[in-house]
């Protein structure tokens, strides 16, 4: 089981991913919740309105920055993650998961049926002269 960090305004890097910094073809996997049990936003709650074609900054644990693209935003059922979200695969990736689809039950509560995938692609570096 994927498991976003306990503090729900952090995002944390999944530790057997890529880190952001490769260049290789494993994606880097980022998970974040929505909001907390009394419904305050989370990290990453805006992602539900991210769409195809956004752009995101990364900065690495050396302050190096990366450009990514949004190339997919994607609904998994919660019991469908497949495992091939964290293995290597043919193109470099930043993935972004976090809860979607939201289920209200009895008294107030709710919880999340889906996961909310956002792939992101590498932007090339421009340098300036």
Not at 9 to 37: E, K, M, N
Not at 48 to 75: K, N
Request: net charge neutral.
């Amino acid at each position: 089981m994927l498991s976003p960090p306990d503090d729900v305004r952090r995002a944390g890097i999944w530790s057997d991913g890529a880190p952001l910094a490769d260049d290789g073809r494993s994606p880097t996997v980022i998970t974040g919740h929505v909001s907390d049990r009394t419904d305050r936003a989370g990290a990453f709650l805006a992602l539900w309105d991210v769409q195809v074609g956004a752009v995101a900054v990364t900065v690495d644990e050396d302050g190096a920055e990366r450009r990514w693209r949004v190339v997919g935003v994607r609904h998994v059922a919660k019991d469908a993650l497949s495992r091939a979200e964290f293995l290597p695969g043919t193109e470099r990736r930043l993935r972004l998961i976090t809860c979607a689809s939201r289920q209200s039950g009895t008294g107030g509560a709710f919880h999340y049926a889906d996961n909310l995938i956002v792939d992101l692609a590498p932007q090339p570096t421009r340098t300036v002269r």
